[in-house]
């Protein structure tokens, strides 16, 4: 890595397309890209990630985005993706911004390899002084392998290229402590906590895949990884430096003083979960004690995933405690759970001793790391 900070801004469908006419908003791109190009000069790397694919597509298909379906999701993905691209470079020459297109699918982030590989495309873009616009591949994904929503892409993003600040450009100017609309309401202008908002967000826009909620959810990993996240009204002359230098209203969401490693925040923060174990009491009495998941520590477990998918780790009450990556397929940790009384590698065929996961790819959540909901399968008291 160079000595150059690291700046990650995410820009919303309802900045860069008119919502009427499903066109691009040239103006508030060239104001955008003329920010970024500042930005630069004030010594910083800046990554990209923008929606406005769909949106600008959906012309190109002939459909409505109130009727549109997945498949002309997809198709119109394919055809706003070059008009999107092509009113950045277009705009971006102006300034002397050269550009490269990532696309990206969940299993970019999820498989450890993939985010690497991933990361290190970046790093050389940002070497060559070229800007990477990121999005997600929404021509080939579905809904149940797709991330869903930019916020968190561009969260994961921040935590791959271990960024100084991440902005969230929207339409508002942050977080409220409610709805905006209503009488009273308050700008949160600062907080370290994102838990304690997560029941005032929620709602979408218009155009985009994420409101409120996936922003703070974003934010809490961005934390996470020692990077400050702003949310921020993207309507302005300068919209992220204005931000940065303190100019204008916002929320500004404090990064954690200690925060994760690289390794921790890729095993901790995730896009999508593969599976899930119960452990006993004993087990999760000593979660923290730098020690193995064995196969007697389970009670029960659930999802089909394969050897090195990340794991969530519950007690019996359905409170999460860690994630970790698993040495073992579903089907092979279900044999060895349900034959405790044979041992691992006479089931398997294979010399092993049954540690599910092993200490070193364990990280033990901590109150800053949002859990996820208990699922119904996992038994509680």
Known sequence: ?????RVVVKVGSSLLANEDRLTPRFGFMQ???EDIA???DEGYDVILTSSGAVALGLNTVGVTREKAGVSDKQAAAAC???LLLNAYKQVGHEYGLEIAQILLTLGDFEDH???LNTRNTVNRLLKSRIMPIVNENDTITTEEIRVG???RLAAKIAQMVEADHFIMLTSVDGLYDRDPSEEGSQLVEELTDVNDYLEAASGISALGSGGMLTKLQAANMAQNAGCTTYIANGEADYPITSVMHGERRCTVCIANAAPDSLWETWLADRLQRAGLLVITDEATARIDQNEPIKREDVVE???DFSRGDVLHIYDREGNELARGLSDFTSDETR???????MPADKLLGYQTSGEIIRPENLVVLENRHLPWETPSSVATS
């Open 1 to 5: 890595m160079s000595g150059r900070k």
């Open 31 to 33: 104001r955008l890209l």
């Open 149 to 151: 929503d930019n916020d």
């Open 80 to 82: 706003g993706m070059p």
């Open 301 to 303: 477990m659930d999802g």
């Open 335 to 341: 044999v060895m759970i349900n034959n405790q009384d």
């Open 113 to 115: 390899r993939r985010f």
């Open 38 to 40: 500042r930005l630069r």
